[in-house]
């Protein structure tokens, strides 16, 4: 947005804020690392590592090779859609290379014994 000979934006917005917010971002930055906060229009393209989910197809489909790592993710699906051992496919990978994973059980339905076979080390799951 072009800015007007008093400062501020066309659109009206406060030069202070803006700068606020500009400080904020860099805060936000600085303490959780490049890619943490961005605004969706930004070009930069940022490399974010991924853990495989344990199909490749959906690896390929989501763009960077699986979820990415450190991120929150959540599984969204009907009832025996797959949701559960997805995700225990992906703890299983990321625990493999040294992650720490968490589970949160919305549907109260984690079967350790199968969570266990699918290669998820129980000791280490945090589980809510």
């Not at 400080?23 to 936000?28: E, K, M, V």
């Amino acid at each position: 947005m072009a800015k007007t000979e008093n400062g501020t934006k066309k659109d009206g917005q406060d030069p202070g804020k803006l700068k606020a917010l500009d400080i904020a971002l860099l805060q936000i930055e600085k303490e959780f690392g490049k890619g943490s906060i961005m605004k969706l229009g930004e070009a930069n393209k940022v490399n974010i590592p991924a853990i495989p989910t344990g199909a490749l197809t959906l690896d390929y489909a989501l763009g960077i090779g699986g979820v990415p790592r450190g991120r929150i993710v959540e599984i969204y699906g009907p009832e025996s859609g797959g949701k559960t051992t997805l995700a225990l496919n992906i703890i299983s990978e990321a625990q493999s290379s040294g992650g720490i994973a968490a589970f949160i059980d919305a549907e109260h339905a984690l079967d350790p014994t199968y969570a266990s076979k699918i290669g998820v080390n129980l000791d280490d799951l945090l589980i809510s």
